[in-house]
């Protein structure tokens, strides 16, 4: 099974700067099917960014993501009030498993 | 538009079973797979697996072989996740997903409660 590490933890930031958040894969995740999901408390997580690097439907620009292989990041170019949030890394190639999430907090 | 409707809240025993259904509605439902994610209280999320909706090919994640069942019922779009020998532990809040053109969980139910409790 393949395990996904998020980093970091916990993420405390201000409105308007950069959020890197990271997913490491114990394998390598085939043909970069890997998903980024935001959470907020009491809804169900909404789908951001799948195939590593694919934007989902409606999602702002702000939004990025990158890598391939084991080493994966979802960026955040400028923090907007509504962007804090828990994210959760997901790998769907084989069988499906999430990291354990990074949270956005307000510093 | 794409929408997942789950049933209600559920509180069951410790050894019994539960059935949470997943109405599809705003596309063709025999075209897309239908994935099942938990989370427990103040948890993260745990993938359970997946079944195809269109010849009932399932997934499913390893410590949940032998005690869970994924099916659907083409003629009413819907989608059922059955758990058995429930235990305390499997207290959480159940969500069916609709995949994307990529094959991800994309579309979200809006989940279901289940509460194991003596």
């Known amino acids: 099974e393949i395990v996904l590490t998020q980093s970091p933890g916990t993420l405390s930031l201000s409105p308007g700067e950069r959020a890197t958040l990271s997913c490491r894969a114990s394998?390598?995740?085939?043909?970069?099917?890997l998903a980024w999901y935001q959470q907020k408390p009491g809804q169900a997580p909404r789908l951001l960014i799948y195939?590593?690097?694919s934007r989902a439907t409606g999602i702002p620009d702000r939004f990025s993501g990158s890598g391939s292989g084991t080493d994966f990041t979802l960026t955040i170019s400028r923090l907007e009030p509504e962007d804090f949030a828990v994210y959760y890394c997901?790998?769907?190639?084989?069988?499906?498993?999430f990291g354990q999430g990074t949270k956005v907090e307000i510093k | 538009q794409v929408q997942l409707v789950q049933s209600g809240a559920e509180v069951k025993k410790p050894g019994a079973s539960v059935k949470v259904s997943c109405k599809a509605s705003?596309?063709?439902?025999?075209?897309?797979?239908i994935s099942w994610v938990r989370q427990a209280p103040g948890q993260g999320l745990e993938w359970m697996g997946w079944?195809?909706?269109?010849?009932?090919?399932?997934n499913y994640a390893q410590k949940l072989q032998g005690r869970v069942t994924m099916t659907t019922d083409t003629s009413t779009s819907t989608a059922y996740m059955e758990l058995r020998s429930l235990r305390s532990d499997d207290t959480a809040v159940y969500y069916c997903?609709?995949?994307?053109?990529?094959?991800?969980?994309?579309?979200w139910g809006q989940g279901t409660l289940v509460t194991v409790s003596s």
């Open positions: 394998q390598s995740v085939s043909s970069s099917y």
């Open positions: 997901q790998q769907y190639g084989s069988s499906g498993t």
């Open positions: 997903a609709r995949e994307g053109s990529g094959s991800q969980p994309a579309y």
């Open positions: 195939g590593a690097s």
């Open positions: 079944i195809s909706a269109y010849n009932g090919n399932t």
């Open positions: 705003g596309y063709t439902f025999t075209s897309y797979g």
